[in-house]
């Protein structure tokens, strides 16, 4: 059984030094999956508040897309800062290499950049997932994917909320991050695409502030329908009125919306493949 190489890197907020421990341990299993993880040098804060500048953290991923015998690089951060690193990024070495970017909640700046600037598809999920609650089931899960045994990590069994049928390209991811697009040069085109939108953090007000936001970018009117993901927040504390209804409001009666509880912040979920055609129907 050979061996590949993938890279583990933080483009966004640095990793605290008390990951250290969850990092070897997550090294442990990648191993005994099959995998010799490659670590970036910009993982934990180098004193400066920061794993490094935007460019160097650009410099530490596009070294990992140079290394031929990566397949898959994850990011293992969240936060605040992975859009810095986009302006450094040379879309033309990560077009040609193949390789698939993973990364969740922040790092869907990046996951629809990729995407956007090459075409290539990029995968919402964290890797840390293989440490927590779900571990065991996480494994087999990943596992399964990379042998080509099973694909149940992509699966997303979701509920229509409205209508009962979408297909297109999806795009989208955390909906705070995903509007730090807005207006760049990687901001997708919402034509035809489905919207995958879910969030950690963010209470009534902030969710109407995104929605509102995109509204006026017209994305409701191009869309083919929106996935909603989970909603940590406005869920664990029951705020009204709740998010099926604030996107409701927002897109109106028509278009298609559905949910599914496999992607966002819980440690059980699956991964979503951005800029993949997707057709969702209620069965």
Excluded at 32 to 44: A, H
Excluded at 68 to 78: A, L, N, Q, R
Excluded at 144 to 149: T, W
Excluded at 219 to 227: D, K, R, T, V, Y
Aim: glycine share 10%; with cysteine.
């Amino acid at each position: 059984f050979m061996s590949h190489k993938i890279g583990i890197t933080a483009c966004s907020n640095p990793m605290h030094p008390s990951f250290s421990a969850d990092l070897a341990r997550l090294c442990q299993i990648l191993r005994k999956l099959g995998f010799d993880p490659v670590l970036s040098p910009c993982l934990y804060d180098n004193g400066s508040g920061f794993s490094g500048t935007g460019a160097e953290r650009a410099d530490a991923l596009m070294n990992l897309y140079c290394d031929p015998e990566i397949t898959d690089i994850f990011d293992v951060s969240g936060g605040d800062m992975a859009n810095e690193v986009l302006p450094y990024l040379d879309f033309s070495v990560i077009a040609a290499s193949g390789k698939r970017f993973w990364g969740y909640s922040d790092l869907t700046t990046i996951v629809n950049a990729v995407t956007t600037a090459t075409g290539n598809e990029s995968m919402l999920y964290q890797v840390r997932n293989l440490l927590y609650d779900h571990s065991a089931e996480q494994i087999t899960l990943f596992q399964n994917a990379f042998s080509g045994q099973s694909p149940s990590l992509f699966d997303l069994p979701c509920t229509f909320l409205q209508g009962d049928h979408m297909e297109g390209v999806m795009i989208g991811g955390n909906i705070r991050c995903f509007l730090k697009l807005a207006g760049t040069d990687f901001q997708p085109d919402f034509r035809g695409k489905i919207l995958l939108l879910e969030a950690m953090g963010g209470g009534v007000p902030q969710m109407v502030t995104f929605l509102s936001q995109l509204k006026m970018m017209h994305a409701f009117e191009q869309i083919n329908g929106i996935l909603l993901g989970t909603f940590s927040q406005m869920e664990r504390d029951q705020l009204t009125p709740d998010m099926p209804q604030l996107v409701r409001q927002a897109a109106g009666p028509d278009l298609p919306i559905a949910r599914t509880p496999y992607i966002g912040h819980g440690t059980d979920a699956h991964a979503a493949v951005i800029g993949k055609f997707y057709q969702i129907s209620s069965d």
